[in-house]
């Protein structure tokens, strides 16, 4: 069974930079299981801010970025802002099935 | 980008079958790639379910295969999931999705709770 795993929590300072990172059990990974993430804050649908690895959605404020790192894909926030506490998730492809990361609550404070 | 809204009972007995409904609007069904369903429970994290494409073609979670079923209705511009054989395990909020070219994605349903209880 394929294990998505990501940092449970995090804990990140008004204005500060974060990166999330999100692995693969089945090895590093790549473009090719076109890494997604998103935002999901109490009570509603998880916003999608990044595709593709990298690639940023209209609605997604510039400080989110997203790369491969180390053989993970990776989220960075940059110049964190307060309404950026949520949950967040990586969705990553393996061919034909999805298979989401367990997610990282992050913390402004 | 479209809009989603699912649709369906909120209380589905043990060993029944739940059954749900995503509609469409702001755009045609056949404008985007792969429709999927995702699943969360309470407190916890997301779970994908299974997608289907435009053309009807389908992927599923393999711990649900047995189970689920997806299908499209591009008349109605409209897509259903079905799960059998439910158990407790199996209450979630269900949300509906769209995902376009290179795995992009961007639509989502607001989500519906579907609880399993006799």
């Known amino acids: 069974q394929t294990v998505v795993t990501q940092e449970p929590s995090l804990t990140v300072s008004p204005g500060g930079t974060v990166t999330l990172t999100c692995a693969s059990s089945t090895g590093p990974v790549t473009s090719g299981y076109y890494p997604n993430w998103f935002q999901q804050k109490r009570g509603h649908a998880p916003r999608a801010l990044i595709y593709n690895t990298a690639n940023k959605h209209s609605w997604t404020p510039a400080r989110f970025s997203g790369s491969l790192l180390g053989g993970k894909a990776a989220l960075t926030l940059s110049g964190v802002q307060p309404e950026d506490e949520a949950e967040y998730y990586c969705l990553l492809n393996y061919g034909g099935a999805w298979v989401f990361g367990g997610g990282t609550k992050l913390t402004v404070l | 980008q479209v809009h989603l809204k699912e649709s369906g009972p909120g209380l589905v007995k043990p060993w029944g079958t739940l059954s749900l409904t995503c509609a469409v609007s702001?755009?045609?069904?056949?404008?985007?790639?792969?429709w999927s369903w995702v699943r969360q429970t309470p407190g916890k994290g997301l779970e994908w379910i299974a997608e289907i494409y435009q053309t009807g073609g389908t992927n599923y979670n393999p711990s649900l295969r047995s189970r689920v079923g997806i299908s499209i209705d591009k008349s109605k511009n409209q897509f259903s999931l079905r799960l059998a054989f439910v158990t407790a395990a199996d209450t979630a909020i269900y949300f509906c999705a769209g995902v376009g070219p290179s795995g992009r994605w961007d639509s989502w349903g607001q989500g519906t709770l579907v609880t399993v209880s006799s």
């Open positions: 702001g755009g045609s069904i056949s404008n985007t790639n792969w």
